[in-house]
């Protein structure tokens, strides 16, 4: 397994999927961005573990030990962590949408992450530190999303929560003394009667609420379309792109994986669309994409998903690199019924990778939302290519 992962690289990623890695001690090993999707990691010793942009989509890591972690970029779309332990992980741009991390202690860890519908029933977060701190965000504002999320009986005792979005989610019983919820989004939140220590966390006055508005359901559809006629969508995982460039950095292709974060938070924000399951569109996309053909490249595989997944349109990008100072940033959103493509942009950025890069992924998806929007007000016609 070692030797496997030693002769992993930044464009051929190590392939450990479906393996059955539980009970090993893999503490401090670098895992070089492999891919994890579907193994088992039951118990098994991750402790200070290197997995930056590590694929754990789907991965059984009930009772495994992450303390110390670097998950910075890793995707883990409903991954099984019932019972694990993050203490002092670091998990920034993270994906662990519908992840289930009942039981699990995230003490002291570090989140910036998109984690909506995940599940964590008595997890424990104290002293986590969730909130948005633009200072040292070289990409732009993030916040951790935990829309829909099920935090109940969650413990929050002096966790950073500053700017989490917590619409939708189920809070009751979780217990927040201590914690500062400046600017903490509450829109709606299930259990809002339940929740304790609320009288002695911080910033409270500083939270946004829906002024008492009824409580709805903390899980959004994920087979029927929702009661607002919203438009679904489903988003892609950015592509990587380094064929043309004169060389290929550590964390450049980690850029796609960072973008597709990016562009769902952004897509999210603006309540303008529905998106579709991100797991179910993973999932999807493994299974239908043709031998030597990645599905996120092709607009026949992205349309059969996007089908399948009860999608109105379907967005793809892809992030190519030139040279360590310029990037190409190109995306395409597609009827998914006609195939017709109503909106293709690409995109120059020059500067700082890791700088421009995210900020080209939100102004794709805002080309994404104005699209949809016209399409909704009647004015059909196709977006040009490179307008802006």
């Known amino acids: 397994m070692l030797a496997t992962l030693a002769a992993g690289s930044e464009t051929r990623r190590a392939s450990l999927a479906r393996a059955d890695l539980s009970g090993l001690d893999l503490s401090g090993v670098d895992f070089r961005r492999a891919d994890l999707t579907a193994s088992r990691l039951v118990g098994t010793n991750l402790s200070r573990a290197a997995m930056f942009g590590t694929s754990l989509d789907n991965v059984v890591a009930t009772g495994a030990n992450f303390d110390g972690a670097v998950l910075d970029v890793a ?15 670091s998990l920034y741009a993270t994906i662990l949408i519908g992840a289930v991390l009942d039981s699990a202690d995230l003490t002291g860890a570090r989140i910036i992450a998109a984690m909506s519908d995940a599940s964590l029933r008595g997890a424990t977060l104290t002293r986590a530190r969730l909130g948005a701190d633009p200072g040292n965000q070289p990409m732009g504002v993030m916040r951790t999303d935990l829309e829909g999320a099920d935090l109940t009986g969650a413990d929050l005792r002096g966790a950073d929560l500053r700017k989490v979005n917590f619409t939708r989610a189920n809070l009751a019983g979780a217990d927040v003394t201590d914690a500062d919820l400046a600017g903490a989004v509450m829109r709606a939140v299930v259990g809002r009667d339940r929740i304790r220590g609320l009288d002695r966390a911080r910033n409270v006055e500083r939270a946004i609420v829906d002024g008492g508005a009824a409580p709805v359901a903390n899980r959004r559809p994920t087979t029927a379309p929702p009661a607002a006629a919203k438009p679904r969508v489903a988003v892609l995982d950015v592509a990587f792109y380094g064929a043309r460039a004169n060389s290929i950095e550590p964390g450049d292709s980690a850029m796609a994986t960072v973008s597709t974060g990016r562009i769902w938070h952004a897509l999210r924000e603006s309540n303008a669309l529905d998106l579709a399951d991100s797991a179910r569109v993973a999932s999807l996309a493994a299974s239908l994409q043709q031998p030597g053909i990645a599905c996120n490249t092709s607009i026949a595989c992205a349309r059969a998903v996007a089908a399948q997944a009860g999608a109105t349109y379907v967005a793809m990008a892809k992030v190519s690199k030139l040279s ?51 399409q909704a007000a009647g004015a059909d016609a196709p977006t040009p290519a490179g307008s802006r």
């Not at 883990?76 to 203490?87: C, K, Y």
């Not at 939100?362 to 699209?371: F, G, N, P, S």
């Open 324 to 374: 360590n100072l310029i990037w190409y940033f190109s995306g395409q959103l597609i009827d998914v019924a006609t195939g017709r493509i109503l909106m293709d942009d690409e995109f120059e950025l020059k500067g700082v990778r890791d700088d421009l890069v995210p900020k080209g992924a939100t102004a794709l998806a805002r080309r994404i939302v104005k699209v949809a929007e016209r």
């Open 75 to 89: 995707v883990l779309r409903g991954a099984d962590l019932r019972r694990a332990t993050l203490r002092d992980a």
